[in-house]
C-alpha cells in the first residue's frame, strides 16, 4: 500500500490543510509528521511560542485522533527525520506548506536530496495568497503595498477545504507530545494565552459572529481591546488564513478592513520571498541608527521611558506575549525614530517575547516603522503623546498597565511629568517630545 507524508510545519490543523489533503488523496495511508528541530530548541525557541506550540500539537493530536490517526512526533534535523521515516515506511511523496523564510528554504532544499521520494509544496497554506504574487511590471515582487492589496482582493483564492474523512496510518513509532519545557529552557508570560486549532476555530467564531463590524472604527482603540487575537493562531497555522478571508464579509467596513490587515501579512511575506536579507538587513537605506544608548533600550524594553502609552504596550508584551497592533506601531516609532536606535534592537525583542512573532511581518513591519523598509513617507514619526490622546483619550489603557499612575484622572496619566509623580516611582521622560 502507498504512503505519502504530510510534514506539519506552520499549519497545525486539519481544517482547509492543503498539506494533509493532498497526502491523503496521493496514498492510501498517510503519516502525519512534526519534527521537534533539535536546531531551534531549546535554546532558540521562545517560551511564550513554546507554550503556544505545545498546545497546539496537542489540539492537532485530538484532532487527527478523530480521523483515525494520531500526530507522530519526532526529534532530530527535518531532512534526516524524514529521510528515516520514509525508510522505515516506505514513503515515496512528502507533503509540506509553502514558506518564505530563509531556514524554510533550507529545509525544503535538504528534503529534495533524497532521490528516494518526491517533495510536493504546497501554496495558500501558511499565506492567504501565494507568494508568487507578482506585478504585471516584470519586478519579483510588489515594493508598495496599495497596488498590492488591488491584486491581493482581485487573486482567486480556492474553496476552503473539509478535513479528510478519515485518515489511515502505517505501524510506526512516535515520541510523545513535547511539553513546553522540551521546547525552551525560559519561563513564559505570566498571562500568556495558549490554543490550537479547536481554540483558534472557536475564536473566529465568535470574532466573525459579531464584533468583527466594529472593526474599522475601533481596531486602533487601545482602551477597547477591539482586536481579532486571531494572530497567534494565524502564525501557528491553527487557523487557515486562506479560510479567514473567504469567510469575511468584505462588503462591510470592518469586513474590509479586517481583510486588510490579512492582506499586510501576506504582503510581507511576498517582500521577504524575494528579499530574504530583508530580515535582518535594510530593504532600503534610507536612514542612520543614532549611537547604541543601552540605558535607553533598556529603559525601553522595561517599560520605564517615561512615556505612559510607550510603556504600557512594552509591559502589556511582558505580561501577555502580546501587544495591540497600534502599540507596537507606537512602542517601535518611539525607539527607531524618537531614540534613533536600530530596528534590528526592538525586532529582536519583539521576536523574543510575541507568541504571535511571524519573521516577515515582525522583520518588516519594523522597518516600515523605521523607515528602511516599504513605507512610503520613511520619514514619519509617530509622537507618543499625540498617539496617546488619540487612542487612549481617557487613559484607560495605560491605568490598566501602569497601576502607579492608576491615581491620575483622565488623560492626564499620559503627562504624569506635570503631577506630583515621585521619580523613584515613575521616571521622567528620557527625551523631550515635541508637544509636551
Not at 14 to 43: C, G, K, S
Not at 161 to 171: A, D, E, F, K
Not at 203 to 226: E, F, Q
Request: glycine share 6%; with cysteine; net charge neutral.
Amino acid at each position: 500500500m502507498s504512503v505519502a507524508i504530510a510534514l506539519f510545519t506552520r499549519d497545525l490543523r486539519v481544517h482547509d490543510n492543503p498539506v494533509l489533503t493532498a497526502a491523503a488523496r496521493a496514498a492510501d495511508r498517510v503519516v502525519p509528521l512534526f519534527v521537534v528541530d533539535e536546531a531551534l530548541v531549546p535554546d532558540r525557541c521562545p517560551p511564550n511560542r513554546a507554550y503556544f506550540l505545545a498546545a497546539a500539537l496537542a489540539e492537532l493530536d485530538k484532532e487527527l485522533r478523530g480521523l483515525g490517526a494520531t500526530l507522530v512526533v519526532r526529534r532530530g534535523a527535518v531532512a534526516d527525520v524524514v529521510d528515516a521515516v520514509i525508510e522505515e515506511t516506505g514513503a515515496t511523496s512528502v507533503h509540506l506548506a509553502e514558506d518564505v523564510s530563509r531556514y524554510s528554504r533550507q529545509r525544503e532544499q535538504a528534503l529534495r536530496r533524497n532521490p528516494d521520494t518526491v517533495v510536493h509544496l504546497h501554496s495558500g497554506s501558511v499565506t492567504a495568497t501565494s507568494a508568487e504574487l507578482v506585478p504585471s511590471t516584470g519586478r519579483d515582487h510588489f515594493a508598495v503595498f496599495t497596488p498590492y492589496f488591488r491584486r491581493w482582493s482581485e487573486a482567486h483564492r480556492r474553496t476552503p477545504l473539509s478535513p479528510p474523512r478519515s485518515l489511515s496510518m502505517p505501524s510506526i513509532h512516535s515520541d510523545p507530545l513535547p511539553q513546553p519545557a522540551d521546547l525552551s529552557s525560559g519561563r513564559p508570560s505570566p498571562q500568556l494565552r495558549v490554543g490550537g486549532e479547536s481554540t483558534g476555530r472557536a475564536l473566529l467564531r465568535d470574532w466573525l459572529d459579531g464584533p468583527i463590524t466594529g472593526y474599522a472604527h475601533d481596531n486602533d482603540d487601545l482602551a477597547a481591546d477591539a482586536t481579532s487575537r486571531l494572530s497567534p493562531y494565524i502564525h501557528f497555522g491553527c487557523v487557515s488564513p486562506t479560510e479567514v478571508v473567504r469567510r469575511v464579509d468584505t462588503s462591510t467596513d470592518g469586513g474590509l478592513a479586517f481583510a486588510r490587515q490579512l492582506a499586510w501579512r501576506d504582503f510581507h511575506h511576498q517582500v521577504l520571498a524575494a528579499r530574504p536579507d530583508a530580515a535582518w538587513s535594510d530593504y532600503r537605506t534610507r536612514v542612520t541608527a543614532g549611537p547604541d544608548d543601552e540605558q535607553a533600550v533598556t529603559a525601553w524594553r522595561d517599560g520605564r521611558t517615561g512615556y505612559p502609552i510607550v510603556d504600557a504596550g512594552m509591559r502589556q508584551l511582558r505580561a501577555e506575549g502580546w501587544m495591540p497592533g497600534r502599540a507596537r506601531l507606537i512602542a517601535a516609532s518611539f525607539l527607531a525614530k524618537s531614540l534613533h536606535q536600530d530596528w534590528r534592537v526592538g525586532a529582536a525583542h519583539f521576536l523574543r517575547w510575541l507568541v504571535d512573532a511571524d519573521l516577515a511581518n515582525n522583520q518588516l513591519n519594523w522597518q516600515w516603522v523605521a523607515g528602511t523598509g516599504t513605507d512610503t513617507r520613511p520619514n514619519r514619526v509617530l509622537n507618543p503623546l499625540r498617539q496617546a490622546d488619540r487612542y487612549d483619550p481617557d487613559g484607560v489603557y495605560v491605568r490598566r498597565w501602569l497601576p502607579e499612575l492608576a491615581h491620575l484622572p483622565g488623560a492626564s496619566i499620559h503627562r504624569p511629568w506635570r503631577a506630583t509623580v515621585d521619580p523613584a516611582q515613575y521616571p521622567a521622560p528620557l527625551i523631550d517630545c515635541v508637544g509636551s
